[in-house]
């Protein structure tokens, strides 16, 4: 099998984020977890400075990444930068390990509440503490109230209790697993899907891009039938069937030309769309497309790519969705890009957030920016709501809840 073939994507990674203050044990317990030196130990603070992250599989999690954080007690300029990277990768948990000390009781309380409020599960740990002092200090975490979590004990660098964390981490997966689908019951089994693939010039020769492998992945263990047409050859594969498929999804760049030509008989949607519901809020995403209607050419509009990459001459975010939304609300529309993780704190400056498809970040993360916009009261939605409403066809497609 070539290289890579085999790997599970880090979007579909259950992603296990290490919390807490500098020196507290983090590394040498991610280390001890994994059973093998992924981040550099030492005893002068600070240490570690930007994320370190090693995918491996858990019997009982599968596929997941450990994340090793900054830590969220850091000082300075370069402290707060650290923070502010901590707090963006913790965006992404799964599931959170977090690393109670003596004198960060208060902030560690402060986090285990903000990932309470999101269904994050929350493992507490005393790492290596002096047998005489555990009593007390335990005492003083039951008053502070972690959770029904039961705090864990561990010596890392001894390897005293880290079976015990994995376990806890197994159970928290297991209890806050919940299967989501792409295509929910647009289609059953030996249904007909015909899907149209555009090649996007972003994807690596020879590579389909992430959602579209997925989608098709979850079509055949649907055990339907797929078939796969470019633009170029769609009325060809319309030709080849014998009857109407009961479901198309195309790229949405396209979405007008295969409503136009496709048989009436077919359901329509898009994976930006089925992606849409697949990792974040589609209601949402449906009611703050409506806010295109109130731009004007005083408004600013943030696109919100989650991968990076150098930007193409027909890249759908950068280019083709700000000239669509120019072209409807006149050339004086500010519209700006992030990439990555590179999403602002303070979003009121904007009328509107669109959000791309996010196959390169699992859902948590996407729902965490999703609540940021919401709290902030902010309208934000996705490339393939965008596209379909300004289409004029959004009343028109399949959309999954």
């Known amino acids: 099998m070539p290289a890579g073939l085999d790997k599970t994507p880090s979007a579909n990674r259950t992603h296990i984020v290490f919390l807490g203050a500098m020196n507290s044990g983090k590394s040498t317990l991610v280390n001890a977890f994994a ?21 491996m599989e858990i ?35 799964d599931v959170v390990v977090l690393l109670l000390t ?31 002092e555990q009593k007390a200090f335990f005492e003083t975490i039951e008053k502070e109230r972690f959770g029904d979590v039961p705090v864990i004990s561990t010596d890392a660098q001894k390897g005293i209790g880290v079976n015990d964390l994995k376990k806890a981490v197994v159970d928290a997966v297991a209890t806050h697993k919940i299967a989501r689908s792409i295509t929910g019951d647009l289609v059953g089994k030996e249904d007909v899907v015909l899907l ?4 996007d010039k972003q994807a690596p020769e020879g590579r389909l891009i992430l959602p579209q492998v997925q989608t098709i992945r979850e079509l055949l263990d649907k055990t339907c039938v797929v078939i796969s047409t470019t633009m170029d050859s769609f009325e060809a594969g319309l030709m080849a069937l014998s009857k109407p498929p009961k479901l198309i999804i195309t790229d949405s760049q396209v979405f007008d030309e295969v409503y136009q030509r496709k048989p009436k008989e077919s ?15 589609i209601e949402y995403y449906v009611e703050s497309v409506k806010a295109i209607a109130g731009l004007t050419e005083q408004s600013k509009v943030l696109i919100a790519e989650c991968c990076t990459h150098a930007p193409l001459e027909e890249d759908i975010g950068r280019v083709k969705i700000p000239a669509m939304l120019r072209k409807k609300v006149g050339s004086g529309l500010t519209v700006e890009v992030v990439g990555g993780r590179d999403f602002p704190d303070d979003l009121s400056d904007y009328d509107l957030i669109i959000q791309c498809g996010a196959c390169m970040f699992g859902r948590n993360y996407v729902m965490a920016r999703l609540s940021q916009a919401k709290e902030q009261k ?24």
Not at 46 to 51: I, M, P, R, S, V
Not at 111 to 128: A, C, L, S, T, Y
Request: negative net charge; contains cysteine.
């Open 59 to 93: 019997h009982g999690v599968g596929p997941c990444v450990l994340v090793d954080t900054a830590g969220f007690d850091d000082k300075g300029e370069l402290g707060e930068l650290r923070v502010n990277a901590t707090r963006k990768r913790a965006m992404e948990a």
């Open 35 to 55: 059973n093998q030196q992924i981040a550099i130990v030492s005893d002068v603070p600070g240490t570690t400075t930007d994320a370190v992250e090693r995918a």
């Open 267 to 281: 359901l329509l949607t898009s994976f930006s769309v089925l992606f849409a519901a697949y990792k974040g809020d």
């Open 378 to 401: 902010v309208p934000m939605t996705n490339y393939g709501i965008t596209i379909a409403y300004m289409r004029g066809i959004l009343d028109k497609i399949e959309i999954c809840a």
């Open 196 to 199: 149209v693939m555009p090649q």
């Open 102 to 132: 003596k004198d960060t009781l208060d902030t560690c309380k402060r986090w285990h509440d903000e990932f309470e409020k999101r269904n994050i599960p929350v493992i507490p740990v005393v790492n290596k503490i002096e047998e005489k």
